[in-house]
């Protein structure tokens, strides 16, 4: 089991309400968790029970599917769903933050006689939270923290005995990985962050805290991003002076590894409110975009790219490790709705590529819907594009995450000795002379 989450204070009832109101939203569809976190109601409340909730919120995603397991094996018959939410949040503190055990006992209980079809298990409540305490947390099967529908596509995906290894790394907590502006300062701040610095080039970070408080925030020397989601943007190897393309660019990770290496980027991104948060993070960084709002789809400009990035909008299952919500609320339907998106989308990006120039086509998702099968049904519509083919390492990805065809499936249980990392897609292709 992962270490509780450091300074969570105990704040009361409000704040556990305000997590089991971010959890039912969160389960209730895609994008539920982010909606509730910006609804005016959570924003509401006092800072202290906002981080409480956000955080007994995010403890119980990262672990409900073996919080449910564990409790199925403490009931006889299941309990009513009201009842079982109130357990998850109780488990939840139990194993995972730093609430005394006999708070996050009480306080459950208190929670169930607020409501009539609650109030009568507060004994059952009570007893089972108390054996969860005695017990600790137990040994549990790996499959049990994806939903059982996903644990099946990954098994059949990438074979039994991976999907295990990618499941067990569902509960645990991420560190925080930094893209440097300047890759050549990567020793110096290494040093100032207490930092590894990763294959690629990324720093990986242990501290916790308050970003804007860390060395070089202020100077704009990184910004945060998965050592994974760094990958895609240096498969296309931009030069200065080079032009570069990011179709879906907010909040610009990715196009703040492009302009970095000295290309002229045009960003767009249909969102204006995202493209707000790109804006920002490139004027703390210091660096130069023309950013535009506009559909990728349907933009109007007669312009080519030497490089042009697509990191399409995907069901983000590859992103569980900081965004548990992901694994609990996509539907199976949401698959094949997004991989439409997907195909769209590819063929708008290949019309923005000059003869011999780049498309990288990237997605954080683990489903093969949303990318080999994108790749190897867009090299049929567009012979005029073939596959280049990643090099082992190439990058900074995991050495093995190179598939047959050239292309990078990079899978969370990679690197599990240096805490893992996101899961992600990455195809790079040229257009032909
Ligand atoms: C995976 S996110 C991009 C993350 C970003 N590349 C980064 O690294 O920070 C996908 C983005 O695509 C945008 N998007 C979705 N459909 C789009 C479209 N038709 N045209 C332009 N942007 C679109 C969304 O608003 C979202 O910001």
């Known amino acids: 089991m992962t270490q509780p989450d450091p300074g969570q204070s105990d704040p009361g009832l409000p704040a556990r309400l305000a997590a089991l109101d971010l959890i039912s939203t969160a389960l209730a569809r895609r994008g539920g968790l982010d909606e509730a976190l910006s609804h005016p109601a959570f924003a509401k409340l006092p800072p202290q029970d906002r981080g409480f909730a956000r955080a007994l919120a995010m403890a119980t995603l990262r672990r409900l599917g073996g ?18 939410e109130l357990l998850r949040i109780g488990v939840a503190q139990l194993w995972a933050l730093d609430v005394p055990d006999f708070a996050a006992v009480s306080t459950t209980v208190k929670l169930a006689e607020r409501d009539g079809s609650t109030r009568p298990f507060k004994g059952l409540i009570n007893a089972v939270l108390r054996g969860v305490a005695r017990d600790g947390a137990p040994g549990i099967a790996a499959d049990a923290w994806l939903p059982s529908w996903i644990f099946a596509r990954w098994a059949a995906a990438f074979g039994e005995e991976t999907a295990r290894a990618v499941a067990a790394t569902v509960p645990q907590e991420p560190p925080t990985d930094l893209t440097l502006r300047d890759p050549a300062e990567a020793e110096r701040w290494a040093q100032a962050l207490e930092a590894e610095v990763l294959p690629g080039g990324s720093l990986r970070v242990r501290r916790k805290g308050d970003l804007a408080e860390w060395p070089g925030f202020a100077e704009g020397a990184w910004w945060v991003q998965d050592a994974a989601a760094a990958v895609p943007a240096r498969l296309l190897d931009v030069k200065p002076v080079q032009t570069a393309l990011d179709l879906c660019a907010a909040p610009g990770g990715k196009t703040l590894q492009l302009a970095a290496a000295g290309a002229e980027v045009v960003a767009l991104d249909r969102s204006p409110n995202r493209l707000k948060r790109l804006n920002e993070n490139f004027a703390r960084i210091g660096l130069k975009v023309e950013a535009l709002a506009a559909d990728a789809e349907a933009w109007e400009d007669a312009r080519t790219f030497d490089a042009v990035l697509l990191d399409a909008p995907c069901t983000s299952t590859g992103t569980f490790r900081r ?94 000795d240096r805490g893992g990392l996101d899961g992600f897609f990455a195809a790079r292709l040229v257009r032909k002379g």
């Open 67 to 84: 919080i449910d397991r564990a409790l199925d094996g403490r009931m006889q018959k299941p309990p009513p769903q009201a009842v079982r």
């Open 323 to 416: 965004n548990p919500d992901v694994l609990w609320g996509t539907k199976p339907a949401d698959i094949a709705k997004l991989a439409d998106v997907q195909h769209r989308l590819l063929d708008a990006a290949a019309e923005r590529v000059k003869p011999g120039g780049r498309l990288v086509y990237c997605v954080c998702s683990l489903e093969r819907e949303e990318g080999e099968a994108q790749i190897i049904a867009f090299l049929r519509r567009r012979p005029d594009f073939t596959t280049e083919p990643c090099a082992p390492g190439e990058a900074g990805a995991p050495e093995d995450a190179v598939t047959r065809e050239g292309w990078l499936r990079i899978l969370p249980s990679e690197w599990p």
